[in-house]
């Protein structure tokens, strides 16, 4: 066990839908990645989140957002959803001054039909 | 972050030493190598990571050579569990930035 959680496990939708993926990372550590698993695509990287604030953006489509909360909390948002979008979504999260190593939540997995 | 190179695949028996190779000849003089595996669908999981010195801890141990262009992860006595997908990364420490996956190796462990 990581310590990061990741909510909810599976994730059933339609096109055109809007979902939210929440991740909460581990105690005391500041920075949330988001990445992207797909069959073709391997494992993407997202966004990142320190504190609050945007770190560094992926390939991260237009139509998903994330967020980090004042609690450290995140969440991904993707909206308009596309077959192409069914995918095991993970969360990460490192403390600063520790070697910034990532440990990663259980995933999402997110089917679109 | 520089690019590696691993096998696709590699079979183990159980019990036995499993010694997994990555190349990384573009390395950088401040850059780390990460190792991370994947089980199944599950989160990717932090295995070892060092930057010229030998490391070792309860899960493995890392070989970095002392040109630092490869490097090899060992499992000392491999089991059933250890079947997974071993991903091999170089990044900056400290800098915040994401892990940049490649295939890895797929290690199955056979009885």
Known sequence: ????????????????????????????????????????????????????????????????????????????????????????????????????????????????L | DAKTTQPPSMDCAEGRAANLPCNHSTISGNEYVYWYRQIHSQGPQYIIHGLKNNETNEMASLIITEDRKSSTLILPHATLRDTAVYYCIVRVNNAGNMLTFGGGTRLMVKP
């Open chain 1, 1 to 112: 066990d990581s310590g990061v959680t990741q909510t909810p496990k599976h994730l059933i939708t339609a096109t055109g839908q809007r979902v939210t993926l929440r991740c909460s990372p581990r105690s005391g550590d500041l920075s949330v990645y988001w990445y992207q698993q797909s069959l073709d695509q391997g494992l993407q990287f997202l966004i990142q989140y320190y504190n609050g604030e945007e770190r560094a953006k992926g390939n991260i489509l237009e139509r998903f957002s994330a967020q980090q909360f004042p609690d450290l909390h995140s969440e991904l948002n993707l909206s308009s959803l596309e077959l192409g979008d069914s995918a095991l979504y993970f969360c990460a999260s490192s403390a600063p001054g520790a070697g910034d190593t990532q440990y990663f939540g259980p995933g999402t997995r997110l089917t679109v």
